[in-house]
């Protein structure tokens, strides 16, 4: 008896070219995942590559990725055109810790591409925004040109108030702040006993990031990051995922940082 594949087909309803090398794809069907949750999507003959779902967790019809050529399967994905199909499993994985965050202040810090799984997340803290204190929303990015869902921005600065927005080289027309986030993190002020961090980036940042945080008394336990761009088959099996004794797919991808910390240099 043959098992049954995994894999489903998305047909690609829409593409649009958001930031150089990156695009988004709305795809047709209900993916019925959480927040900081991911899939897998095949190439096949080329390979799999992991992508947090980016939509809102509400909309059961369509749902989006947005995916940045950066090798050899991602660059055969970026071609892809609407009324083709894509090949996706999942979701897998442990979200943003939803229960945890009620009551209290929060901060969204996301480097990069690291928006794209907490995009869903701040859908979920529009929709429930009484039963939060504070929102506040920190990103940053190499450019301008780099910022990754720009008129969501505007409209979260509606909804919350402070967005605070950093690229690493200005340009003509840049009204933001030019320096790195853990500067934007420094102008930050936050009752500590009553917040909790969101975070997603290139691993590189999120020492000097914690290092702001622990300054204006952030306990470790308090911040909640998402390690999904160490993600390989998505289920346990490669192991190439590794943090430590923890396995960031079947653990993670979101992880408290004191739980986390002592085993990355393991």
Request: aromatic letters at 10%.
């Amino acid at each position: 008896m043959k098992s049954k594949d995994p894999f489903e087909k998305f047909k690609i309803v829409k593409k649009k070219e958001v930031a150089p090398d990156t695009f988004l794809f709305t795809l047709e069907g209900n993916l019925n995942f959480e927040p900081g949750q991911f899939v897998q999507v095949m190439v096949p003959k080329i390979g799999e590559a992991t992508f947090a779902p980016c939509s809102s967790p509400y909309n059961k019809k369509k749902f989006e990725l947005c995916i940045r050529a950066v090798g050899n399967t991602t660059n055969q994905l970026v071609e892809y055109l609407p009324g083709e199909e894509m090949l996706v499993r999942g979701p897998y994985g442990k979200g943003w810790p939803e229960g945890a965050l009620i009551g209290q202040n929060i901060v969204i810090i996301a480097g990069g591409m690291g928006i794209v799984p907490l995009r869903p997340m701040i859908e979920k803290l529009i929709k429930y925004q009484k039963e939060y204190k504070n929102i506040y929303i920190l990103a940053g990015c190499k450019t301008p040109e780099h910022l990754l869902f720009s008129k969501d921005f505007k409209q979260w600065k509606k909804k919350f108030g402070y967005v605070k927005i950093a690229v690493e080289k200005g340009a003509s027309g840049w009204d933001g702040e030019v320096c790195m986030i853990p500067k934007i993190i420094e102008k930050l002020k936050i009752d500590a006993n009553k917040t909790k961090i969101l975070m997603c980036g290139p691993e590189v940042m999120f020492g000097y990031c914690n290092e702001k945080l622990s300054e204006k008394k952030i306990a470790d336990k308090n911040i909640y990051i998402s390690f999904e761009r160490r993600m390989e088959c998505g289920i346990g099996l490669c192991q190439h995922c590794n943090i430590g004794k923890y396995l960031v797919c079947k653990d993670g991808p979101v992880f408290r940082w004191d739980i986390i910390k002592p085993e990355l240099n393991k």
